[in-house]
């Protein structure tokens, strides 16, 4: 399969870092383009019309939206190396589950913990907290949700953890009292480059994440 890749993102994106780790694990070559939200590019705006929104993976000129679409895209095209889902029927479909749980758990609740006050805010340290717990057991024993390597829940996942800083900061409380097992967990995975190299410094999430509290008024 001839390879012209480019990915449609905006740095600080755990969506789009996702596909960037993924890319990375298969050691895929591609062009990244830091797209300005505010100022939508033409070719965003060709290649996901329905969204509208990053990220978007462009192989050979055709695009494939949504970052856990794009991830499993980019596992099934470059099969030959370093699988991210399970062969396994059943393993597969726990891993697409858990995945789901992330989507519609971590993103919405983690920007509650910068984003919102008061009960709110506590309401959301607490639901967050929780939630990861529940991640804690389902990795259980394993060094990584994929079991002895990194698997497609370990990259939907670990975006996040360059987020955790701000959250913790913003939010006034401390992830690894609570999730020492997943904090373990973060940390092995940073160790891999392809993933090390794909995510933002944890400072620098913290300060754009500041940006946006001034701009709805938190501050």
């Keep these: 399969m001839a390879n012209e890749v480019i990915l449609l993102d905006f740095w600080p994106s755990p969506f789009g870092m996702r596909v960037r780790i993924a890319l990375a694990e298969k050691g895929v070559k591609y062009e990244y383009r830091d797209e300005d939200l505010r100022n939508k590019s033409p070719l965003l705006l060709q290649m996901n019309p329905i969204h509208k929104k990053i990220p978007v993976l ?10 856990l679409v794009a991830v499993q895209y980019v596992d099934e095209a470059w099969n030959d190396k370093s699988p991210l889902l399970p062969s396994d029927p059943y393993q597969r479909a726990q891993a697409r589950f858990w995945a789901d749980f992330v989507d519609k758990k971590i993103y ?3 920007k509650k913990t910068w984003a919102t006050k008061g009960e709110e805010l506590e309401a959301a340290k607490k639901e967050f907290i ?17 079991g002895e390597t990194i698997g497609y829940v370990d990259v939907v996942l670990i975006p996040f953890y360059c987020w955790f800083y701000a959250y913790e900061t913003c939010g006034n409380f401390s992830i690894e009292p609570e999730c020492p097992v997943l904090i373990a967990w973060a940390k092995r995975c940073m160790q891999k480059e392809s993933i090390s190299e794909s995510l933002p410094d944890q400072q620098k999430v913290y300060e754009f994440v500041l940006m946006m509290r001034k701009n709805l008024g938190i501050e």
């Design 58 to 67: 462009i192989h050979n000129g055709r695009p494939v939206c949504e970052s």
């Design 108 to 110: 919405d609740i983690g």
């Design 130 to 146: 929780d939630a990861l717990k529940l991640l804690e057991v389902e990795l259980g024993n394993k060094p990584y949700f994929g």
